[in-house]
């Protein structure tokens, strides 16, 4: 299977403190994405990496990419009560199994 | 306008009914892509369409039918369904299915349910 693992299948925090999600992928890929997915909804596109990038920001969103070990990671600093969701990385359109994220507020 | 639109957003439908899903999209995107959601699991993708031409068919059973009947629309028909066909049926475009991945915009689904 080309699916990805994401690591932990489940995460609890407390608002304000960080949330970090591993990716790892089989196959060899051009670019990764992360989505989020808020419970029975779409999913919501939020940041793409190439692979020829080994880090990349948006706001409170950090990705990083390891080519050599297949891996992406997805930190998400000073969460808030709205971050939970479940989180989703994809390559080639293969989803990964993804991150449960619970932020208790 | 970057909105994908699905309807119906639920559908209750028995194992002999005929029904169909809708997708559109008015980005200008050429691929769209049917996806299949069990609860707390990835999507998994169905098919693909690009440029209105069927290139990804996963193995889907035959009583799942899709059509491209122009750039912005996709339909998935659905015929002699089973209870385990219950799902969140997702679609989504992208500029294109080039070997690089492009950001696919999803809709919001319909919930499916067959009885």
């Known amino acids: 299977s080309q699916q990805g693992e994401e690591d932990p299948q489940a995460l609890s925090i407390q608002e304000g403190e960080n949330a970090t999600m591993n990716c790892s992928y089989k196959?060899?890929?051009?670019?990764l994405q992360w989505y989020r997915q808020n419970s029975g909804r779409g999913l919501v596109h939020l940041i793409l990496i190439r692979s020829n990038e080994r880090e990349k920001h948006s706001g409170r969103l950090r990705v990083t990419l390891d080519t050599s070990k297949k891996s992406s990671s997805l930190l998400i600093t000073t969460s808030r009560a709205a971050d939970t969701a479940s989180y989703f990385c994809?390559?080639?359109?293969?989803f990964g199994q993804g991150t449960e994220l619970s932020v208790k507020p | 306008d970057t909105e994908v639109t699905q309807t119906p957003k639920h559908l209750v439908m028995g194992m002999t009914n005929k029904k169909s899903l809708k997708c559109e999209q008015h980005?200008?995107?050429?691929?769209m892509y049917w996806y299949k959601q069990k609860a707390k699991k990835p999507p998994e993708l169905m098919f693909v369409y690009s440029y209105e031409k069927l290139s990804i068919n996963e193995s889907v059973p035959s009583r799942f039918s899709p059509e491209c009947p122009n750039s912005s629309l996709l339909n998935l028909h659905l015929h002699a369904l089973q209870p385990e066909d219950s799902a969140l049926y997702l679609c989504a475009s992208s500029q294109t299915t080039s070997g690089q991945v492009d950001t696919q915009y999803f809709g919001p689904g319909t919930r499916l349910t067959v009885l």
């Open positions: 994809a390559t080639i359109v293969i």
């Open positions: 980005m200008g995107h050429r691929a």
């Open positions: 196959t060899s890929i051009n670019n």
